[in-house]
């Protein structure tokens, strides 16, 4: 089985991820700024991802004592500022594009040279329906992340094409994670500024959100070698509460300057 490296690891998503890739035989490295609580032989690995200097060492290290990573799994995520972008505190702005975008950038940077010269490896990148959403109010910063990691993940994929490595995104679904309260809670705050926000909020509420372990299970699928061929996607957990929502799985090349 090979060495997967998932970040924020230490809860929520990232945890079930960890835990899923675990359970199937995997050797699993749990990145996060908190410890993931200890479960069976997953290493823990305590660090800021968005910090470049830290991702150079932290590859340095695994492939030291580890070996090289073969599945990298970018979960590391935070929701950031909701609020409208005049009254948005530009450093959570920035934050948010930091975690959320440029972390996995500067892990795929890092990782993907191994997977190249093995001829085999899997990055996934959790990004979210947001990104496909018409834009709306108050979470710019995080569609915005999400946009963009969506589109370098396309690049990627486009770099590696044939190399038996492999980069996706995917939408984990409506989950009730760690951070609900604290989204909840601000959604409530904004008051009728923020009410088409919180008729999502209240949604996910009234079904339960969808259950965290199917992003694990689509994950498993994915690192799988049936998979081989599946890459440059936006792919879908299984039954999610919101319907799957087109995205570029058929891309047509319109450049005039192309025959």
């Known amino acids: 089985m090979e060495l997967a490296l998932v970040t924020g690891a230490s ?68 929701f950031g500022p909701i609020d409208l972008i005049k009254d948005a505190d530009p450093r959570q702005w920035v934050e948010t594009i930091m975690i959320d975008a440029l972390a996995p950038y500067f892990t795929s940077r890092v990782f993907l040279p191994a997977m190249l010269a093995a001829k085999w490896g899997r990055i996934i990148n959790l990004s979210s329906a947001a990104a496909l959403h018409p834009p709306g109010k108050l ?26 490595v492999t ?27 923020g009410a088409d926000y919180k008729s999502w909020v209240d949604w996910v509420e009234e079904t339960g959100g969808d259950d965290p372990k199917k ?7 994915l690192v799988s070698n049936e998979s081989a061929g ?22 047509t090349d319109e450049r005039p300057w192309i025959s």
Not at 47 to 55: A, C, I, K, P, Q
Not at 242 to 247: G, L, N, T, Y
């Open 139 to 164: 979470n710019s910063a995080y569609a915005t992340a999400k946009v963009a990691l969506n589109q370098f993940t396309r690049h990627l994929a486009a770099e590696i094409n044939g190399s038996g």
């Open 215 to 221: 992003a694990g299970q689509l994950i498993l699928k």
């Open 167 to 193: 980069a996706n995104v995917i939408h984990p679904g409506d989950v009730r994670s760690d951070m609900w309260a604290d989204i909840s809670a601000k959604a409530a705050a904004l008051g009728e500024a």
């Open 230 to 251: 599946i890459s440059g996607r936006f792919c879908w957990i299984d039954n999610p509460l919101q319907e799957p929502i087109a995205s570029w799985d058929d891309p």
């Open 11 to 78: 809860k929520g998503i990232g945890r079930e991820i960890a835990l899923a890739l675990a359970g199937a035989g995997h050797k699993v490295i749990a990145v996060s700024r908190t410890p993931m609580m200890k479960s069976g032989d997953i290493i823990n690995i305590c660090g800021n991802v968005s910090d470049l200097d830290f991702v150079n060492s932290l590859q340095e290290q695994v492939a030291k004592d580890h070996g090289d990573v073969q599945i990298l799994v970018n979960a590391a995520g935070i």
